[in-house]
Nanobody, 117 residues
Framework: QVQLVESGGDLVQAGGSLRLSCAASGSIPSGDTMGWYRQAPGQQRELVALITSRGDMYYADSVKGRFTISRDNAKNMVYLHMNSLKPEDAAVYYC???????????WGRGTQVTVSS
């Protein structure tokens, strides 16, 4: 079965940038929507951004204009470019795949993003 592995998390100063990567071991169905979620300590996991198979993108209001999601189906990769990072962006970031039924059915183990003020 397909596994998702995130990387790129790091400690960064406020205002800095990071690029998160999600590598799929095996082919993700090209029709799947891919997304990035995040979860901060004591908070619920929240959707940050998603990209459909057609390339349509959605962003949470809190990251609009600062984060960009992209995917490379040929390489089975999904990326999250994060600019102008804020302390409130600190969280564990998870990559996920959503099937045609709207179920987020595959999750990575997450990568930690820490933002110092």
């Amino acid at each position: 079965q397909v596994q998702l592995v995130e990387s790129g998390g790091d400690l960064v100063q406020a205002g800095g940038s990071l690029r998160l990567s999600c590598a799929a071991s095996g082919s993700i169905p090209s029709g799947d929507t891919m997304g990035w979620y995040r979860q901060a300590p004591g908070q619920q996991r929240e959707l940050v951004a998603l990209i459909t198979s057609r390339g349509d993108m959605y962003y949470a209001d809190s990251v609009k204009g600062r984060f960009t999601i992209s995917r490379d189906n040929a390489k089975n990769m999904v990326y999250l470019h994060m600019n102008s990072l804020k302390p409130e962006d600190a969280a564990v970031y998870y990559c996920s795949a959503q099937n045609d039924w709207g179920t987020w059915y595959r999750w990575g183990r997450g990568t930690q993003v820490t933002v110092s003020s």
